[in-house]
């Protein structure tokens, strides 16, 4: 009885190849996803920040115009401005004390979410300077990754606006 060998032609050689490769499109993937998770959470990270920064530019901006027609008019720009710098704040879907914080205006002290800001009417002007406390977006993710840094960023605005 005789024996037929397979040769060594093009399709075994082939199919050698197909199972050697036969993991790698799990490894590229691997490899990759890491890379594309890194930068989505970074972009991520990144917009927060921008939003943070643009909801505080307008809470100072709001408080400003406020405290300028409440100044004209007479009557209590202080607490006008003070409730206009708490609903931008919260309204912008930020994490908000519910008060101003005296030790918002020290980044090394206050908790996340705190704010205070000043405000003076003199001279025509208006001027309010709000400082905020902004959480980080991922304090969880980079204690697990071993990154040593604050659980906040620290955000300050001013404006001015004539007195009407």
Known sequence: MRVMR???GPRSLLARRWRDRHGQGLVEFAMVSVA???LLLGG???VMG???RMVTTNAARDAARVAAIDCGAGTNYVSASQQA???DLSGGGQVVQSSPS???????TSAPGAWDWSVSCSGGNAAVQVWYNAPDVFPLILHSLGVQRASSFFLTATATFPVE
């Not at 005296?102 to 090394?108: I, V």
């Open 6 to 8: 397979r040769s060594a």
């Open 36 to 38: 594309l998770i890194v």
């Open 44 to 46: 991520t990270a990144l």
């Open 50 to 52: 921008v939003v943070a």
């Open 85 to 87: 710098v708490y609903q």
């Open 102 to 108: 005296s030790s918002a205006q020290s980044p090394s």
